[in-house]
């Protein structure tokens, strides 16, 4: 079935590094792909999304390239902040199966020091 | 726009009591999503529905567990008996449509003593 593999955290940076996180999925058909963050105490947040192959979806300094040849939609951030800290989840809906739920990643926690 | 609104924020229950987690979803949404999340196994989906109807419901782990929509936007989830292995955050979502993402709520978070 669908599924999404992320990497594993925690992952740790001083602030202004540079942050990569790999997810890559397996899916039938022509999946749309999201980033989530979960801030503590909080809900899931949608960060990002693509929904085709070479988009790239951006927002808040985040981007991620759909790869349709590698299966994957990798986070990047060029320089993180402290604020950046949280929980992140990689997602993808194959939409065109009426009624498909979301599948979640495991996320990965980032924490960010000053 | 409230967003998704989900009731109680916390709930600490006996073992073996009925409990009932509430949410409202966003006007003109359609589909509703029940997930539960705890750190040994991460985000489960519980059950969705799309226009008031059960879509999947293979999530829910026993019979213990039931969800209701009974109108475009509201649903309850019910767990009765409880037990503590049921301690976790569960969180719903609603959404025009997958393709569009979700917008969660901000969870409940149960504790079952």
């Known amino acids: 079935g669908d599924s999404v593999t992320q990497m594993e955290g925690p992952v740790t940076l001083s602030e202004e590094a540079c942050l990569t996180i790999n997810c890559t999925y397996t899916a039938t058909g022509y999946p749309s792909l999201f980033w989530y963050v979960q801030y503590p105490g909080e809900g899931l947040q949608l960060l990002l999304k693509a929904t085709k192959a070479d988009d790239k979806g951006s927002n808040k300094g985040f981007e991620a390239t759909y790869r349709k040849e590698t299966t994957s939609f990798h986070l990047e951030k060029g320089s993180v902040q402290v604020s950046d800290s949280a929980v992140y989840f990689c997602a993808l809906s194959a939409f065109n199966q009426a009624g498909t739920a979301l599948i979640f990643g495991k996320g990965t926690t980032l924490s960010v020091s000053s | 726009d409230a967003g998704v609104i989900q009731s109680p924020r916390h709930e600490v229950t006996e073992m073996g009591q009925e409990v009932t987690l509430r949410c409202k979803l966003i006007s003109g949404h359609n589909s509703l999503f029940w997930y539960r999340q705890t750190m040994m196994r991460g985000l489960e989906l519980l059950i969705y529905?799309?226009?008031?109807?059960?879509?999947?419901d293979s999530g829910m782990p026993e019979d213990r567990f039931s969800a209701k929509m009974p109108n475009a936007s509201f649903s309850t989830l019910k767990i009765q008996p409880s037990e503590p292995r049921d301690s976790a955050v569960y969180f719903c979502a609603s959404s025009p449509r997958a393709d569009y993402g979700y917008t969660f709520g901000s969870g409940t978070r149960l504790t079952v003593v």
């Open positions: 529905f799309n226009n008031n109807v059960p879509i999947d």
